[in-house]
């Protein structure tokens, strides 16, 4: 890429150099703009006879043909793309979404120095409408070596970021105590209602039991006839392990314990089964306050139907200090 200063009526499709300002510092075409014929003539009309501009030379690529060329594959789902000024194009959630990234591809595109990335955080819940990355190039072009590189990794390794939607996003509760499960469900209805509606769900059906081993399970059973996105269980009480009350209904169930213990604070003592494929969670004394806690990290991805993992529940503790 080279700069040269050509006169007005020559310049194009040429690039600006620098932001072009009216008298009085109104902003009249910015930099990175790619001139046209009627730019031409608003410049003429406001008496420039020269401007400052650069051109691409062989090898390089405009800074708005290589970020919409990332952005066509770095994503997937929920997703629009749409084109900013400054070699910037933005992805914008079409639809209220859990956002899944890749954290270690994205590292690798944003070492290559050409292109960079920005996303919001893994398994953050966004409305449709919302911006969930951006891509911005180095200014005014790039490599296409370089550009290869990144297409390249990016068509090895897949997308960085997936917007899934949320749909059918009906969760089944149930309240536990010691003594009287309604007792649970007193303290508890209106702080699970709120949560689950932060994020786009909806209460399907609720049921109290005693925390009692087969009460537990026959309650469990009757949720799952719902067809629900996931299982949360509200107790009192806290577990030593999946030997509880709890785990033991989990396992008689027929579910399969995938974790026990997260390294987030609030919430360190959630349990995690599967009941084929319904998330089934247990999160002691995560359902006393709205503080964030555990459950705000793992219900956006559960609620868009996605199977996190015990290793993803593992990787959560950069950042896991959450208050």
């Not at 789902?77 to 959630?93: D, F, M, P, Q, T």
Request: aromatic letters at 4%.
């Amino acid at each position: 890429m080279r700069a040269l200063t050509v006169d007005v009526q020559s310049s194009a499709g040429r690039i600006l150099c620098c932001t072009i300002f009216r008298p009085g510092g109104r902003k009249l075409l910015a930099k990175g703009h790619v001139l046209s014929d009627e730019d031409i003539r608003l410049l003429e009309t406001e008496g420039m006879q020269q401007v400052w501009v650069t051109e691409l030379e062989e090898g390089e690529i405009g800074e708005d043909e290589a970020v919409m060329a990332v952005a066509e594959v770095m994503c997937c789902g929920s997703v629009e793309i749409r084109l900013a000024a400054g070699g910037r194009a933005n992805l914008i959630a079409t639809a209220d979404s859990c956002i899944l990234v890749d954290d270690e591809l994205l590292k690798q595109i944003n070492c290559t120095s050409s292109v960079v990335i920005a996303t919001v955080s893994n398994y953050r819940f966004v409305r449709n409408g919302e911006r969930i990355a951006t891509i911005k190039s180095s200014p005014f072009a790039v490599s296409q070596a370089q550009l290869e590189t990144v297409l390249g990794i990016l068509g090895e390794r897949g997308a960085i970021l997936q917007a899934r939607p949320v749909r059918d996003p009906g969760v089944g509760v149930l309240y536990t105590d010691p003594v009287h499960g309604d007792r649970a469900r007193a303290l508890f209805e209106n702080i699970v209602r709120t949560r689950v509606e932060k994020f786009g769900g909806n209460l399907r059906y609720a049921l109290s039991a005693v925390e009692d081993e087969e009460q537990v399970t026959r309650a469990l059973q009757h949720l799952l006839r719902t067809k629900p996105a996931a299982i949360l269980i509200a107790s009192t009480t806290a577990p030593a392990g999946p030997e509880d009350v709890i785990g033991r209904a989990m396992i008689r169930l027929g579910a399969h314990v995938e974790r026990f213990l997260a390294p987030v604070e609030p919430g360190n003592l959630m349990l995690l089964s599967y009941k084929d494929d319904v998330p089934i969670v247990s999160a002691p004394c995560c359902f006393r306050s709205a503080k964030p806690n555990i459950l705000d990290l793992v219900l956006p991805p559960m609620l868009a139907k996605y199977r996190i993992s015990g290793w993803e529940i593992a990787c959560l503790g950069h950042g896991g200090l959450l208050g």
